[in-house]
């Protein structure tokens, strides 16, 4: 079974630039989720999704950043402009969603952002 | 009062010792608590999740939940060096938007 899939890996970008990450969550999982882990954090939710509707984005900074997932599948993450406190792994996860026992969260390899 | 809370460490144990890491958790209709693994650079990766009070086993892990105290604990028998990672506890609760909520994580370091 493939994982879920995130690229790019690794971005370097100059502050008030602009930048998109890419996530293709396991086939069949209708829930996914971003989120921005800071060095020595746990991971921070930005936004979930269930199928093509959020279900909570709450602690998304909606003034610069912006997320969709298009169809009920992959998903984007956009940051514009980027701030140096946006420097972070940002992680996408994806899960069955159905019940309390079906949340077990699979994480794709993570997009390392490093503003400058 | 953080929602989940665990000790930030970092734990240090021998090699073969028995590794015990805790965490708290403030809402009491939780229902699902998981514990991951993550590995320096990596991304978290689960270990097992807990939904009943009592104990679960896995292999060398098990995960002991107790609602009544509203703390979960994972032990690691027999650690070894590759046990050496941030282990994330992490709670769930379908009442609340269906998230988890995350605690900062415990780092553990087994000494050859």
Known sequence: EAGVAQSPRYKIIEKRQSVAFWCNPISGHATLY?????????PKLLIQFQNNGVVD??????DRFSAERLKGVDSTLKIQPA???DSAVYLCASSLGLAASQETQYFGPGTRLLVL | QKEVEQNSGPLSVPEGAIASLNCTYSDRGSQSFFWYRQYSGKSPELIMFIYSNGDKEDGRFTAQLNKASQYVSLLIRDSQPSDSATYLCAVYNAGNNRKLIWGLGTSLAVNP
């Not at chain 1, 984005?57 to 909606?62: A, N, R, T, V, Y």
């Open chain 1, 57 to 62: 984005d709450s602690q998304l900074p909606k």
């Open chain 1, 83 to 85: 701030k140096l406190e």
């Open chain 1, 34 to 42: 971003w989120y921005q882990q800071i060095l020595g954090q746990g």
